[in-house]
C-alpha cells in the first residue's frame, strides 16, 4: 500500500503532482512518500507486537539521513554494512544500542568505530572475523556483543543475486561449524560476548515457506546452545521480504507475524528483523522526463534522461519497474524499450512495455523506486546522481541537492609531484 495515485489525470505522490516536482526540482529525481513510509513501518513493527522485537531498519536500501531520521523517530534500530552507514546511522539521531552491523569483510578500522560507538551486536560471518573483534575490543578494554550469522541452507526462491543463505552463498556459517564457533568463543575470546544468533536468507522474498523453514533450524540452533550453556537472548531473522514490483503477490507483515510468533514465544529471545526493501521499496519513484523518441526498424524507444546509473536494478536483475505517466492519455498503446542516455546496451528501465504512446517533454515516474534505487546509483558517465525530494502531505522538500559537475571531480588531483611520483612507481 502506497500513497502515489492518479486525481484528475494527473500523477500525485500524496498531496503533490509528480509534474510539480518535476518542474520545481528538475529531472531525474527520486521522490518519497513521508505517509508511506510511516504506514509500512508501523505496519511492520504491528506485526510482531505480540513477542519482544526489535526492527532494524537495513540502511543499504535506502541511507538518505531524512528517511533514517523518519524511522529513528519511530524508535526503529538499524542494520548496517559498513563504518559509512554506521556513520549516517548516528548522524540521523540513531540509538547505538539499537545498531547491528552485519557483512562478510568488516574492516579494523570499521570494527572500532563500531566498538567505540557501543552498538548492540555485531553479525559475525566468519571465525577470522570473530577473532579480529576480540582483539580490537580488547585494545580497546571493551566487550563486543555478537551473533554468528548461520547459513541455514535454505532456499529463498529468488533471484540468484540476492540468495544469501544458500551454502554455496559467501554469507554466514554452516550450522554445525556456527555451534563450534559459540563453543569456542566462550573458552577462548575473553572480550566478545555471544548474545544471539542472526541469519538472513535472501531479498524480495514473495512466500512465507523460506522464513518458516529459516526460522525452524534457528530455533532449533538456539535450543542447542543454550543446552551448552550460551547465553541467546537475540534471534535476528534478518530482512527480505518481498514487495509488488509487477504481479507478484508477497505476504503481509501480518502473516509474516503469524507464521513466526508461535514458534518464537517461548523461546526466551528478543526477535530482531532487518527489513529493507518493504520498508521503503514502494514508498519511493523515481521521476524522469523524456528527452526524445525514436523508432529503429520494428522497435520503437523511449529515450529519458534517467540511466542505469540512477537505477541499476533493471539491468542488473532484469528487474520490472511500473513506468506511469504524469498525465493520464487516450493515445494509442505501442510496444517500447525505456532507455537512458548511458552508452551501454544494458542501460534501459523497460523492455519491450506496452505503454502509452508518448512525446519528449513529457515526465515519467518509474514507480518501486525506494530501494536500492538511490543507493545503487553512481556517477558513470560523469553524470551527476539525482536530486532526492520528501513528500509530506501537501507540501514537498529536497532531502539531498542534485549534484553538480563540480562535485563530479571532488578530490580527484591533476598534478603529482615528480619525487612522489617517483616512488610511487618503484614500489
Ligand atoms: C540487504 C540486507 C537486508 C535487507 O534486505 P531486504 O531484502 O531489503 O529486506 C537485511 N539484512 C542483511 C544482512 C542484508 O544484507
New binding site residues.
Given amino acids: 500500500m502506497h500513497f502515489f495515485a492518479y486525481k484528475n489525470k494527473r500523477f500525485y505522490a500524496e498531496g503533490v503532482s509528480i509534474e510539480k516536482i518535476a518542474k520545481e526540482v528538475g529531472t531525474p529525481v527520486y521522490v518519497y512518500s513521508k505517509k508511506t513510509l510511516l504506514r509500512h513501518y508501523k505496519a511492520f513493527s504491528s506485526a510482531f507486537s505480540a513477542v519482544p522485537h526489535l526492527v532494524c531498519y ?1 540502511v ?2 535506502n541511507s538518505n539521513l531524512a528517511i533514517l531520521k523518519t524511522f529513528a523517530g519511530q524508535g526503529s534500530g538499524f ?1 548496517i ?1 559498513s563504518g559509512g552507514e554506521l556513520f549516517r546511522a548516528l548522524k540521523a539521531g540513531a540509538d547505538a544500542r539499537k545498531i547491528v552491523y ?1 557483512g562478510v569483510g568488516k574492516r579494523s578500522d570499521e570494527i572500532e568505530y563500531a566498538i567505540k560507538s557501543n552498538i548492540l551486536m555485531f ?1 559475525v560471518e566468519s571465525m577470522e572475523e570473530m577473532a579480529v573483534i576480540d582483539a580490537i575490543a580488547g585494545r580497546l578494554k571493551k566487550k563486543a556483543a555478537i551473533a554468528i550469522r548461520v547459513n541455514p541452507d535454505v532456499d529463498p526462491k529468488t533471484h540468484p543475486y540476492i540468495s ?1 543463505g544458500l551454502k554455496k552463498n559467501k554469507f554466514g556459517i554452516e550450522t554445525e561449524a556456527a555451534i563450534r564457533g559459540y563453543v569456542y568463543a566462550k573458552n577462548n575470546f575473553k572480550n566478545v560476548m555471544p548474545i544471539g544468533v542472526d541469519c ?1 536468507i535472501g ?2 522474498i514473495t512466500e512465507i515457506s523460506p522464513f518458516v523453514a529459516a526460522l525452524k533450524k534457528t530455533r532449533e540452533l538456539v535450543l542447542t546452545l543454550k543446552g551448552l550453556g550460551i547465553d541467546v537472548r537475540y534471534l535476528d531473522m ?4 518481498g514487495i509488488t514490483y509487477d504481479k507478484e503477490i508477497p505476504p503481509h507483515p501480518t502473516r509474516y507475524g503469524e507464521a513466526v510468533i508461535e514458534g518464537t514465544k517461548r523461546l526466551g529471545v528478543t526477535l530482531i528483523f ?5 520498508m521503503v521499496g514502494n514508498a519511493g519513484a523515481l521521476v524522469t522526463s523524456v528527452l526524445y523518441t525514436k523508432k529503429s526498424g520494428a522497435k520503437n524507444f523511449i529515450v529519458v534522461d534517467a540511466g542505469m546509473n540512477d537505477l541499476a536494478r533493471p539491468s542488473l536483475y532484469g528487474s520490472y519497474h511500473a513506468i506511469k505517466p504524469a498525465r493520464e492519455n487516450n493515445a494509442e498503446e505501442i510496444t517500447a524499450d525505456v532507455v537512458g542516455p548511458i552508452c551501454e546496451s544494458g542501460d534501459f528501465l523497460a523492455k519491450d512495455r506496452l505503454v502509452k504512446d508518448i512525446e519528449a517533454g513529457e515526465v515519467l515516474a518509474v514507480m518501486s523506486a525506494g ?1 536500492y534505487g538511490f543507493s545503487m546509483s553512481s556517477n558513470y558517465n560523469s553524470r551527476p546522481r539525482a536530486a532526492e525530494v520528501m513528500v509530506d502531505g501537501a507540501g514537498f522538500y529536497t532531502i539531498r541537492k542534485r549534484e553538480t559537475f563540480k562535485d563530479l571531480i571532488n578530490g580527484e588531483v591533476v598534478a603529482v609531484p615528480t619525487k612522489k611520483r617517483a616512488k610511487t612507481v618503484k614500489r
Avoid at 534478518?238 to 521480504?241: D, P
Fill in positions: 537495513s543499504k536500501a542494520d554494512v552485519s553479525n544469501t538472513h531479498s524480495q534478518g530482512g527480505g521480504l532487518e527489513p529493507g526493501r518493504v530501494a
